[in-house]
């Protein structure tokens, strides 16, 4: 079978244009954009899905993930504003939100994305003593990412977060830290233990306060009811009678008396020669007092006798 010039001249064709939609056609998955270059210069960005291109006149210029990345920060020696060394690491996440800027304002992404993490970790927590790295945790996460996000935004990306995994002083410190620890800790239980003594000491004084209130109140009405007693024997006594005197002399004796015997210090217990003497004045006292009281009586029934009787008058 013959072909002429023409059925050449269309299967040419036919495999030019075939060849033309194979290199011109571009399918872009999710989660990516390509740049467009045309003669080496940024055209367009193709989003995901199907997309045409001129062949042999544009290319794909860069792929771009456009999902959020994991970058890890290795570990660094960083020197605290208190002259405290210590080891420290993180991890940061960011996010390409324009291709063309990511892929044409700087090169090596990742690369700079992480010296530029690094050296503002140094920064910032080179700024801070060693106390408030181990407490702020989240306030340096906070100025970290505010800071990176910042420097980062005219290369087209999203840092999303920047957290420190790891601050790991030396073993030195470490052993210091615990020491000082322990010495709060002392600290606190001493001060705990004093504030104890102290309120145990306040309320036994208090108790002490309130049982000598009690016995001075106890004694003032003790010595009101012997003022009371020594007031009645001298109005009985100026009444003229004895007994009330004989009978107070006598009590003060006998508590005397009970007070020696029940001594601690003492054994046996001798009788001065003037209690004897005390004792037969009592006696004497009583008999006169007898005395007394027979003579006015029979005075009395004297005056009574003495009376003319009284004739009362009867009914017939």
Request: hydrophobic share 45%; proline share 3%; no cysteine.
């Amino acid at each position: 079978m013959d072909f002429s010039g023409f059925d050449i001249a269309v299967g040419a064709l036919a495999l030019l244009v075939l060849v033309l939609l194979i290199k011109g056609i571009r399918t872009i998955p999710q989660g990516y954009n390509y740049t467009v270059e045309r003669f080496g210069r940024y055209t367009k960005t193709l989003s995901p899905g199907l997309n045409f291109i001129f062949p042999f006149i544009d290319r794909i210029g860069a792929k771009m993930n456009m999902m959020e990345q994991v970058l890890d920060v290795p570990s660094q020696e960083i020197i605290t504003r208190d002259n405290a060394i210590v080891g420290v690491d993180g991890i940061a996440f960011f996010q390409i939100l324009n291709a063309a800027q990511a892929a044409y304002q700087v090169a090596g992404l990742q690369n700079a994305i992480l010296n530029l993490t690094m050296t503002n970790i140094r920064t910032v927590m080179g700024s801070m003593d060693l106390d408030e790295l181990l407490s702020n945790r989240d306030a340096i996460n906070e100025r970290l990412l505010r800071v990176v996000d910042e420097a980062a935004h005219p290369w087209g990306i999203k840092i999303t977060r920047v957290e420190i995994k790891d601050i790991n002083p030396p073993a030195n410190l470490i052993e210091s830290m615990g020491r000082q620890m322990t010495a709060e800790r002392n600290k606190r239980a001493q001060i705990l233990a004093a504030e104890g003594l102290k309120q145990s000491q306040i309320l036994e004084a208090e108790g002490r306060k309130e049982a000598a209130f009690r016995d001075a109140e106890a004694r003032e009405r003790s010595a009101e009811a012997e003022a009371r007693a020594t007031q009645v024997v001298s109005e009985a006594i100026s009444k003229g009678d004895v007994q009330a005197l004989n009978y107070f002399v006598a009590l003060k004796y006998t508590e005397a008396l009970g007070r020696i015997g029940t001594a601690t210090n003492s054994k046996i217990v001798l009788m001065p020669f003037e209690a004897s003497s005390l004792i037969g004045s009592l006696g004497g006292i009583g008999e006169i007092a007898k005395e007394v009281f027979r003579s006015e009586g029979t005075t009395g029934s004297q005056r009574q006798a003495a009376r003319p009787p009284v004739v009362r008058p009867t009914d017939n």
